[in-house]
């Protein structure tokens, strides 16, 4: 019970904060980015820990399944912290996001990373998927956190263009936060409560659209089966920067799908 009025409790704060977020989903990227002075684990993005951790979950199925003659497309870089780690593992590594102001952070960080590049690009916009396919020809994509933030018409946009730029050689990793309670479980789960509201989970609040869930069901909708194979997917742990007064590391119940383009289905040319 006492749980419960907790999250009561945190309503208030939560409609103040969040009815400041600008209603435009690009102009609230672009004034959160810009906002940020810090990254990293003890920075100011709340799911930037930049955690060697998390990725070992993933890095069998990109050894195992990812081409590794085939560049990689970091989708929804923010500051590249996982574009930085895919350069090390193949020959390029190009991270894209929707806000400028990620993208010259993104750069400066990966400075002396010569196979790193950035570009600002909505992965869901009409063409996106032809215009990677030309610059890059065939490519794997690696997707963390970006799905969750999208209304389902912008996920199966964005999916459609990761079919083209997969090709048939290309795969696809994504990886989701997919908390299934409501939002004020969420927030409390991450350390929020009546006395506190992290500085982290306040500038979320302040400026970005309102996350939801994505696991096999959503991804079952934006990725169809005539136009993907799912070839492995389950629970993952999403690591966020630790917001715990004690700053023990903190995680997200997530989920992850590693897929490829079922053969037939539109592509892109191979070069």
């Known amino acids: ?39 990293g684990r003890s ?10 951790a998390e990725r070992a979950q993933y890095s069998d199925a990109v050894a195992a399944h990812f081409d590794p003659d085939l560049p990689v497309v970091d989708v929804g870089c923010g500051n590249g912290s996982n574009t930085r780690w895919l350069a090390g593992l193949f ?59 999208l209304k389902p018409d912008k996920q199966a946009a964005m999916a459609a263009n990761l ?21 004020l479980a969420y927030l409390t789960e991450l350390g929020a409560s009546p006395q506190r509201m992290p500085a982290q989970l306040q500038r979320a609040l302040e400026n970005l659209p309102r996350p939801g869930h994505f696991g096999a069901r959503e991804r079952h909708n934006a990725f169809p089966a005539s136009d993907w194979k799912v070839i492995a997917d389950g629970p993952v742990n999403i690591e966020v920067v630790p917001m715990n007064p004690g700053g023990l590391s903190q995680w997200v119940p997530g989920y992850y799908a590693l897929l490829s383009g079922t053969e037939g289905s539109r592509t892109g040319q191979e070069p």
């Open 163 to 183: 079919r083209t730029i997969v090709g048939n050689r290309g795969r696809v990793l994504l990886a989701e936060t997919n908390f299934r309670g409501n939002s």
């Open 43 to 52: 920075g100011d993005v709340l799911w930037d820990a930049d955690s060697m």
């Open 1 to 39: 019970m006492s749980k419960l009025w907790d999250r009561m409790l945190l309503v208030p704060t939560v409609v103040r904060l969040a009815s400041r977020a600008p209603r435009n989903r690009d102009t609230a990227w672009e004034g959160y980015w810009q906002g940020i002075r810090a990254t």
């Open 91 to 149: 020959p390029r590594a190009l991270g894209i996001d929707v806000s400028t102001g990620a993208i010259e952070r993104a750069s400066k960080e990966a400075e002396g990373i010569h196979n790193a590049g950035f570009m600002v690009l909505d992965a869901s916009r009409a063409g996106a998927g032809e215009l990677l396919l030309e610059r890059l020809g065939p490519a794997n994509v690696f997707v963390r956190g970006v799905f969750h933030v």
